[in-house]
């Protein structure tokens, strides 16, 4: 029998009925990584021996009469997550050696589970872009279409996830990157509420491994099934032991609603900034039409929803005034130059990237007090609805683009060339004020490539979301297997 892309949950079922062992399966697996990973790249960092001897010890402990929530089950970890032993380089060339000597939290949780890691994801250079290539590991591909992009900075899991490499994997989100990679190859993924999951040792190799309160990038469940997100995030869920004292311990409520006929969904296609291309829009529809067919009540217009330029260009600020303050892109003093030359009336995303390179604290204060703002916004949005769907990214996989300046890079939409980075504005939608987001497939473009959306939901309401995904999953066919 075919194991490779069956759900976690379905794993678990045939382990627990003595259909199959941890063992058949991970040798199963690595079998199809050796076979198909050569064309896809998805596997940076194998750990192959290891995983056969976790797979032998998870079936001992099911002879014993242990049952963990991912005992025996086959999954890998996004390279960025430190994993005692094996590199962890963030794609950084002069990191090319760094193997730390402690899991990060959420791979010891893995671990504490039952899970078999068969290995580590490629990323991108400092998980700085929307597709997953470097000089270490070389360029991941989309299992779809080899000549494109799988998305990033977790590129290289949803690559994996896509082509049957284990059942699930960990990845981070900063700008999209568990949706995005998500979308483009067809599966599920899950950017929980900020700060809802421990993030300690998923850290950059110059950093020290200690717990942080991130301003926008979370940690986050991906997987081929709906249900398998819910498994993963209550997996990764609770407090880092180093900050038990803090309020972290969120018994997050259960979904709003178990029927579809129960939500009120708010449907967006369009964007201030950046149209949203032919195939994105007929996915938004095709998941709309499956509300509508279900009996939720969907609307597309509200005076509710904040101001989605406004929204965009404080994401884009924040956003380019972190990824600076940790990867310098060029002198300080050239950056405040060309942003003391730019119009006060520009209110382009170009200008609002470079002003966000060289914000002061105190107009990063600013900036905050307008996004708090906004979470009022949010809040009182959804006392009136359950979720918001919307695209992830305005198209499909784009065909790879290794031009070196990415602001030199552009996207093509619908024949039309854009700023590469535009391209954010929807993924930093839930990004900004910190809500949970889960992207699900929806169907397929004229080429027959993925479409997903996004649905996104209240603060600290993941299972809204998540129990919504499932509830879509059984209507528009969820993840179907590439060829």
Not at 39 to 52: Q, Y
Not at 192 to 216: H, I, K, Q
Not at 273 to 301: S, W, Y
Not at 329 to 340: C, G, I, K, N, P
């Amino acid at each position: 029998m075919e194991w490779n892309f069956r759900t976690a949950g379905e794993l678990a079922a045939a382990m627990r009925a003595g259909d199959v062992t941890s063992a058949e399966l991970t040798d199963e697996a690595i079998a199809r990584i050796e076979r198909e990973d050569g064309a896809v790249n998805a596997i940076c960092v194998p750990d192959f021996d290891r995983a056969r001897a976790a797979a032998r010890g998870a079936d001992r402990a099911r002879a014993r009469g242990e049952d963990r929530p991912l005992l025996g089950i086959p999954v890998t970890v996004k390279e960025c997550y430190n994993t005692a032993g094996l590199p962890t380089t963030w794609a950084m060339p002069q990191h090319r050696d760094h193997v730390p000597a402690e899991d990060a939290v959420q791979v010891a949780r893995l671990r504490a589970a039952g899970a078999v890691v068969l290995g580590k994801t490629n990323v991108p250079v400092g998980l700085q872009d929307i597709q997953t290539f470097n000089e270490i590991y070389g360029t991941t591909n989309n299992p779809w279409d080899h000549g494109r992009t799988p998305g990033g900075s977790s590129g290289g899991s949803a690559a994996a996830l896509a082509s049957g490499f284990g059942a699930l994997s960990i990845g981070s989100d900063l700008a999209g990157s568990l949706r995005t990679p998500a979308h483009f190859c067809g599966i599920h993924a899950h950017k929980p509420t900020l700060g809802l999951l421990a993030n300690r040792g998923m850290v950059a190799p110059s950093s020290p491994a200690w717990p942080v309160d991130l301003d926008l990038a979370v940690v986050g469940p991906m997987a081929r099934g709906a249900r398998d997100l819910t498994l993963l995030l209550d997996v990764m869920a609770g407090p880092d032991p180093l900050t038990h004292g803090k309020a972290h311990h969120l018994a997050l409520p259960p979904a709003r609603h178990e029927r579809l006929d129960g939500f009120r969904v708010l449907v967006l296609e369009e964007h201030p900034f950046i149209p949203t291309g032919a195939a994105v829009r007929a996915g938004v529809n095709r998941v709309a039409d499956a509300l509508l067919d279900g009996g939720a009540r969907v609307e597309r217009h509200t005076p509710l929803l904040p101001d989605l330029a406004e929204a965009a260009t404080l994401y884009t600020q924040f956003l380019f005034s972190g990824s600076v303050a940790h990867f310098p892109v060029e002198a300080d003093e050239q950056l405040r130059a060309r942003a003391a030359g730019l119009s006060a009336d520009d209110r382009s995303l170009d200008a609002a990237r470079l002003r966000g390179m060289v914000l002061s604290h105190r107009d990063w204060i600013e900036a905050d007090g307008r996004r708090e703002h906004h979470r009022h916004g949010w809040r009182q949005l959804f006392a009136e609805f359950d979720v918001v769907v919307c695209p992830i990214t305005p198209t499909p996989a784009f065909p790879h683009d290794h031009t070196p300046d990415p602001r030199e890079r552009r996207i093509d939409i619908d024949g039309v060339d854009h700023p590469y980075f535009d391209q954010l504005v929807w993924a930093g939608l839930a990004t900004m004020p910190g809500l949970p987001a889960t992207a699900v497939p929806a169907g397929r473009s004229p080429e027959g490539l993925p479409v997903g959306v996004q649905l996104i939901g209240p603060m600290y309401e993941d299972r809204t979301p998540l129990r919504l995904a499932e509830l879509l999953e059984q209507r528009t066919g969820g993840f179907q297997a590439p060829g």
